[in-house]
């Protein structure tokens, strides 16, 4: 009895044994699991507040970026425009100061259907807007020309219109044409009145006796204009002596 007592006893001791090693090999277990948890949160927390920080700087660059692009836009004394570089061309943007110059507000010449090629631009001038986008596009060279406009009160304008291809795709062709229009109707006006004048003096000069005349500050007197009457004075043709350094107004004067 006394030796089965003994095994009974290192049995249930070896049995103990083995338990509080399971045991314990499980408490370590857990710890393992419970540190490597806390690992994955804290570096979860961390990598969401790395994303939150970044997120919020980019956010408030942007911002500012934004900023000073609307305050860039809004005092110039033009409008700023982004358009789709391909045949059926239609505006995608427009900067508040279109308003000043059409008439109509940035949502009303943006879009698929914007009106700005179709109804704005006066029909005469469509296809000069049309050809140099086309060959903005096409030869990837910036824009630069001057039409005119109809204003949403009636008024006709005249626009001066420069851009650049922008934004180009893997095989080298634009997707839009980015620039600035600005009002140039008073220039145009004050040249059309000049012109009027310069035509009206003119007229004047080739029905007086007398002899107008323009000539370089040298030598020769080389002359630049002489009016009509020049001929009937001196026998010389205009044609004879303009530019000339042989025949020259210091030749004819009399010695």
Do not use: M
């Not at 790395?50 to 408030?60: C, D, F, P, W």
């Not at 809004?74 to 239609?90: H, K, T």
């Not at 005469?124 to 406009?149: F, G």
């Not at 893997?170 to 140039?184: A, H, M, R, S, T």
């Amino acid at each position: 009895l006394a030796k089965a007592r003994d095994v009974i006893q290192d049995a249930q001791d070896q049995w103990w044994t083995r338990k509080l090693s399971e045991l314990a090999e499980l408490r370590a277990f857990q710890t393992n699991v419970s540190l490597s948890l806390v690992l994955i949160v804290g570096l979860v927390v961390a990598t969401g507040y790395l994303v939150y920080r970044n997120t919020a700087r980019l956010t408030r660059k942007l911002a500012d970026s934004d900023r000073r692009f609307q305050s860039l836009a809004s005092n110039l004394d033009g409008a700023i425009y982004r358009a789709r570089a391909e045949d059926p061309f239609f505006h995608l943007f427009f900067s508040e100061g279109i308003f000043k110059i059409a008439g109509y507000t940035p949502e009303e010449l943006v879009g698929p259907n914007e009106p700005f090629f179709t109804h704005v631009t006066l029909p005469e001038d469509r296809s000069i807007a049309t050809r140099a986008l086309v060959r903005a596009r096409e030869e990837r060279v910036p824009v630069e020309v001057e039409y005119r406009i109809r204003h949403k009160d009636g008024t006709v304008r005249w626009i001066h219109e420069r851009g650049a291809p922008a934004a180009f795709d893997g095989e080298g062709v634009p997707q839009f044409i980015d620039g600035l229009i600005i009002d140039v109707t008073a220039r145009k006006e004050a040249e059309a009145k000049l012109a009027q004048t310069e035509e009206r003096v003119l007229q004047l000069i080739e029905h007086v006796d007398e002899v107008f005349y323009t000539c370089r500050v040298d030598n020769h007197w080389t002359a630049v204009f002489l009016s009509p009457s020049f001929h009937q004075l001196t026998g010389y043709n205009v044609e004879e002596v303009l530019g000339s350094t042989t025949t020259t107004l210091a030749k004819l004067v009399h010695p």
